[in-house]
């Protein structure tokens, strides 16, 4: 059985990779639609790719 840690740790870089693809998805579904730089889907695009990036750099940190 795998300790609370380790299963907590999995958790954590699993949902960073669904933050990640989520924002790739509304980012490319922006501009497949014409959105423009400053768009609402855009700009949400970069900050779910921010933080599920920064959320996997934290977890391979510790």
Known sequence: MASPERIYQGSVRALSLVFVALGLLILISTLANGGGPLSVGTLLGIAFLAVGA?????????
């Open 54 to 62: 920064g959320r996997l750099w934290i977890a391979s940190r510790t």
